[in-house]
């Protein structure tokens, strides 16, 4: 049992308030008073309202039904800037009126007064004065009345002093916005069924000196809120991107394809473009599209496998296999230069060069995403360094007919089931084919891949069957990244500018559900 003693019943006179915290204070006068406005509560011991209300939040808090609390509100009318200025300098109308002499003034000179215009205006509705025009020297104002009561500004000062005004009035000084509405909130605070005069602040831990002393048995202790987060921990948080990738390496999985490895970024002018049957003066392979790397320049000649490699010459100078080839002299120095790679087509050429090699071919599907590299102009769409992805399937005597088929299948788990293809041209693909997506929000169809069949030119100069076909299609990273974070700008998802708060945020991502 608790060895404290009340507080007796305590009058005005004997509370001095300046002795006293501010949550003892007002239990006192609650205790006094049985129930406390807030508002005349800090009137009366002239402190801060909000401060008041903080220490009747804590009282709030305490275990047992401290103190009950309501929040009421109660609205008045405060003088704006414009209403201020009336109650010391006067209304406009009224100083308008004072301005006019008896023998009258010109209205230009009249209108040289701050606010004449609308001055000028309420005084001659209100009939104070009145404007002869056809008046010798021009037009010229005179009063209509000796004196007038300046109603306006005794309204204001009413309201400032906080008297009784009438709604009619009220609204009239509202409309020429001298007022302006002010609701205050306060608290009506009584006692509750736990309410006593001593505090006693609940204990926030059990230590093991309580537990030795035996004091935990005297002491009150905070409930546990159960429903509180926990402390955010400190982590690592996955990208977006890796987090869209992980679902589309998963779709490619679960439709029996296999990763080729793309962890090579620096590749030679053979594998990323000799090989795809892309002559040697071709833009792409300039310096303004691509990245060339000056130390080491050039890959030795004796890395480069030689009999293909001459067989990729000679396609390329003469042609062959039912092509007449580019009809130019074809360098293996060009070859040998070293860039960072413009796209994971050239891990496909590798895999496939290595599937030729193979004593018997067996069909396969393959598939990559990684990063690719392009001297690109950087703004809202376009990066430098972006990522590709990418399906490869070989097999003997597949069509055009088993790409459109296998790209509606792929597209459907992504949840896209619209579609359309655009005959296009690429250097190593024939026929080749723009994938368009039927997209609800902006109403249109968009280029979402592009796709095709590889040339013989460079499927048989590796030594492939001449019956086998290799359709291949690929598509962007970051385009459906952007869209599931409401991104508009690229520069936001990758680089210095990305928004580290929408990386932790991104939730774990199911493409083909169309949610994230």
């Known amino acids: ?17 300046k002795d006293m915290s501010l949550d003892q204070t007002i239990i006192n006068v609650l205790e006094r008073d049985g129930e406390i406005d807030s508002l005349g509560l800090a009137e009366e011991l002239k402190v801060d309202h909000q401060k008041l209300i903080g220490a009747i939040k804590s009282l709030l808090i305490l275990p047992g039904d401290f103190i009950k609390a309501e929040q009421k509100q109660t609205s008045s009318w405060t003088l704006t800037d414009e209403g201020k200025s009336f109650v010391s300098k006067g209304s406009y109308e009224y100083n308008i009126f004072n301005a006019v002499p008896k023998e009258g003034i010109l209205q230009k000179e009249l209108m040289k007064l701050p606010n004449a215009k609308i001055g000028f205006s309420k005084a001659m509705t209100l009939g104070w004065i009145s404007i002869d025009k056809k008046h010798e020297g021009g037009s ?13 500004t005794t309204v204001l000062k009413s309201i400032e002093d906080q008297k009784i005004v009438s709604e009619k009035v009220v609204l009239d000084v509202k409309k020429r916005k001298l007022i302006s509405p002010v609701v205050t909130k306060f608290y009506k605070v009584t006692k509750g069924t736990g309410f ?9 831990d059990l230590t093991a000196e309580m537990i030795q002393d035996g004091s935990w048995k005297k002491k009150s202790f ?4 159960f429903a509180a987060r926990g402390a955010p921990i400190t982590c690592g948080y996955l990208h977006p991107l890796l987090k869209v990738r992980a679902e589309y390496r998963r779709i490619f999985l679960d439709m029996g394809f296999s990763e080729m490895p793309t962890n090579q970024f620096v590749e030679n002018g053979f594998w990323n473009f000799d090989a795809l049957f892309q002559p040697q003066q071709h833009p792409a392979r300039d310096a303004h599209d691509t990245f060339f790397i000056s130390e080491p320049e050039r890959t030795g000649e004796s890395k480069l496998p030689g009999d293909y490699m001459e067989r990729v010459k000679t396609t390329h100078q003469t042609g062959g296999y039912g092509s007449t080839g580019y009809d130019y002299d074809w360098k293996v120095l060009e070859a040998q230069k070293n860039i960072l790679r413009t796209h994971t087509t050239a891990v496909s050429a590798r895999m496939l060069y290595k599937i030729a090699k193979q004593p018997e071919f067996k069909p396969v599907k393959m598939f990559s995403i990684d990063r690719v590299f392009r001297n ?5 769409t376009h990066l430098a360094e972006f990522h590709q992805i990418e399906g490869v399937v070989a097999d003997r005597n597949i069509t055009l007919g088993h790409l459109i088929g296998l790209l509606h299948t792929f597209f459907k788990r992504l949840g896209i089931e619209k579609l359309k293809f655009k005959p296009a041209y ?10 368009f997506s039927y997209h609800p929000g902006l109403k249109k169809w968009v280029e979402i891949g592009n796709s095709g069949i590889f040339r013989p030119e ?4 590796m030594g492939l069957p001449e ?9 962007s990273l970051e385009r459906p990244t952007m869209i599931m974070c409401g991104i508009n700008n690229i520069r936001e998802l990758i680089g210095p500018k990305v928004n580290l708060g929408m990386v932790q945020d991104f939730p774990i991502c199911r493409v083909n559900k169309a949610q994230c």
């Open 1 to 17: 049992k608790s060895t404290e003693k009340s507080l007796p019943s305590i009058n005005h006179e004997k509370i001095n308030f």
């Open 458 to 461: 460079m499927l048989l100069p």
């Open 222 to 225: 905070k409930e546990y809120n």
């Open 140 to 152: 010229t104002v005179f009063r209509k009345v000796d004196t007038v009561i300046d109603k306006v």
């Open 376 to 380: 690109e102009t950087l703004d809202a």
């Open 467 to 475: 019956d086998v076909n290799v359709i291949a299609w690929g598509v």
């Open 196 to 204: 006593r005069t001593i505090i006693e602040r609940p204990e926030a």
């Open 426 to 435: 690429n250097p190593y693909t024939e026929p080749s084919m723009e994938i």
